[in-house]
């Protein structure tokens, strides 16, 4: 049975559920609660406040065993939403290398010890505002965890008291995903816990304010699943200009010399990807030609100014770290 603390002199009412079947009978009693996943949002949401903002109702993610399994087939990693960032780099050679630097990359080590698997998953959603340029001052919310999940294909799977269902990584990370995701009952914000639809968010995300007009229904991340794929290439870069900042991957997959598949993302407030590049290249024999790499270097160009990235400097950065990419792969 749930577990409940009562905090004196007008603390917040810690709600400790032991199943998924519990949590979502509390969200259902107490429609304001907060899924609590790690809490390190919660800081990042108050760094200029002399005190932290708790809602009054918490729901704790930490005793539901569900959420903290991780499992592996031939095809593929799940890993649950509970599960902590440095837990899942300690895995090794099982998970995909530029995703692993993605998390060494996310937070310190101490840091890590906190932040779970989905908590990192939806802190990248795109609802930061940054600098009209497509580019994050220091301190705001990037996409920059993002651009792994996109590129590895890396599917999540949103479970209701009702129902569940898996979305894609790169529908998920969009405007039109989370406009989808909002219509069918939730908004993935801050503490991972989809409010439901209509239900407007204060303080960074992480107290949802019920509307009395609002449906019952709403999600939770559950899981995270990663294809099992063998990349031959892989790297994972910050591009930095003083206080602005994205993230760039790019991972290709070669066999017998001939590069077989190539992915490229570039997120930070937005997500970058050029097909038309990827697929310029594909089936192409290794090394590269010079003529072939300017031509994806060219479409890259276009993929940037269709996006309006403006900021010289960072545009100068990224497309030198696609053209190193491209030159250095080999079989």
């Known amino acids: 049975m749930a577990e409940e603390r009562r905090p004196a002199f007008g603390g917040s009412n810690i709600h400790i559920p032991l199943s998924l079947q519990e949590l979502f009978g509390l969200w259902s009693r107490f429609p304001g609660a907060a899924p609590w996943a790690g809490g390190t949002a919660l800081g990042a949401g108050n760094h200029s406040a002399s005190f932290l903002s708790l809602p009054r109702d918490i729901i704790s993610l930490e005793r539901i065993e569900e959420l ?65 340029e497509g580019i994050l001052p220091r301190g705001a919310r990037s996409l920059g965890a993002a651009a792994s999940f996109i590129a590895l294909d890396a599917r999540f799977e949103l479970r209701s008291a009702e129902s569940s269902r898996w979305v894609s990584a790169a529908r998920f990370y969009t405007p039109g995903g989370r406009q989808e995701i909002a219509e069918r009952g939730g908004l993935p914000a801050g503490a991972w816990g989809a409010p439901p ?21 709403r999600e939770l ?20 200009d003083g206080d602005r900042w994205g993230t760039a991957v790019f991972i290709a997959r070669i066999e017998k010399n001939i590069l077989m598949e190539l992915r490229v993302i570039f997120a930070s407030d937005r997500i970058i990807r050029s097909q038309a590049g990827e697929s310029s290249l594909n089936g192409k024999s290794l090394p590269l030609e010079r003529r072939d790499v300017n031509h994806f270097v060219a479409l890259w160009e276009l993929a940037l100014e269709e996006e309006g990235r403006t900021d010289p400097m960072i545009r100068a950065i990224l497309l030198n770290c696609i053209e190193a990419c491209a030159l250095e792969l080999a079989d």
């Open 68 to 132: 903290r399994r991780i499992a592996r087939t031939e095809r593929y990693l799940e890993i649950g939403a509970m599960v902590r960032l440095n837990e899942i780099t300690r895995l090794g050679k099982m998970i995909p290398d530029v995703l692993i630097r993605t998390l060494l990359g996310a937070a310190g080590y101490p840091v890590r010890n906190l932040v779970t698997l989905g908590g990192l998953v939806c802190s990248s959603a795109p609802q930061a505002t940054g600098t009209g």
């Open 197 to 217: 639809a209509k239900t407007r968010l204060r303080g960074g995300g992480l107290s949802p304010k019920p509307d009395p007009a609002a449906e019952p229904g």
């Open 221 to 240: 991340l559950t899981r995270i699943r990663i294809p099992l794929e063998q990349w031959s290439y892989s790297v994972y870069r910050k591009i930095q």
